[in-house]
């Protein structure tokens, strides 16, 4: 069974950097990708990009690029989103996800990182 | 790149259908038949429930079905149940990223 197992709660103070990982166990998939979203409390799903892991391809949507960095570790499964210098405003829970390459469906998800953002 | 168009809210009844909506635009949903819904629950991770506008992952109840039309894809829920009750996101490809839709709250009667 394929499950992604996201790092834990995490409290931040502005400005600090911060590197969340999400590791993919139980999988046979040797060609995936791994995405990442947002989801600040009581709003929506937002986009973060996508990296795949084994050749780092990386794609953010615009709204992120420059905000975040998405790396992956294909020797660890593992995927990584970070900040530089975090914000208030970056508080939020963080799921990772895996797609297949050459599928455009995400069937399985991490549980969720909670990142709070406060002085 | 904007969010896909979602109705904030949509009811029913048990045993009702009901039908969400998601409008895009050509660059995502009405370019691409990549388009999938998730159900996320209070509190949950998102499940995926409908994958390529109208597949259904093992698992998922047939009570689920999904449609595309032009720029707008739908997703509808017949014989409505007490467990559906939750968030409801579509998602398109959109050529080099991906979009979510603003989300539909979906609340049995």
């Known amino acids: 069974e394929v499950q992604l197992v996201q790092s834990g709660t995490e409290v931040k103070k502005p400005g600090e950097s911060l590197k969340i990982s999400c590791k993919v166990s139980g999988s046979s998939f040797t060609d995936y990708w791994i995405g990442w979203v947002r989801q600040i409390a009581g709003k929506g799903l937002e986009w973060m990009g996508i990296t795949h892991v084994g050749h780092s391809d990386t794609k953010y949507s615009p709204s992120f690029q420059g905000q975040v960095s998405i790396s992956a570790d294909k020797s660890i499964s593992t995927a990584y989103l970070q900040w530089s210098s975090l914000r208030a405003s970056d508080t939020a829970i963080f799921y990772c996800?895996?797609?297949?390459?050459?599928?455009?469906?995400?069937?399985?998800w991490g549980q969720g990182t909670l990142v709070t953002v406060s002085s | 790149q904007s969010a896909l168009t979602q109705p904030a809210s949509v009811s029913g009844s048990p045993g009702q259908s009901i039908t969400i909506s998601c409008s895009g635009t050509t660059s995502d949903v009405g370019g691409y038949n990549s388009v999938s819904w998730y159900q996320q629950h209070p509190g949950k991770a998102p499940k995926l429930m409908i994958y390529?506008?109208?597949n259904r992952p093992s698992g998922v109840s047939d009570r689920f079905s999904g449609s595309k039309s032009g720029n707008t894809a739908s997703l509808t829920i017949s014989g409505l149940q007490v467990e559906d009750e939750a968030d409801y996101y579509c998602?398109?490809?959109?050529?080099?990223?991906?979009?979510f839709g603003t989300g539909t709250k979906v609340t049995v009667l």
């Open positions: 998602n398109s490809f959109s050529g080099s990223t991906y979009v």
């Open positions: 996800l895996l797609g297949v390459h050459g599928t455009y469906y995400f069937d399985h």
């Open positions: 390529d506008v109208s």
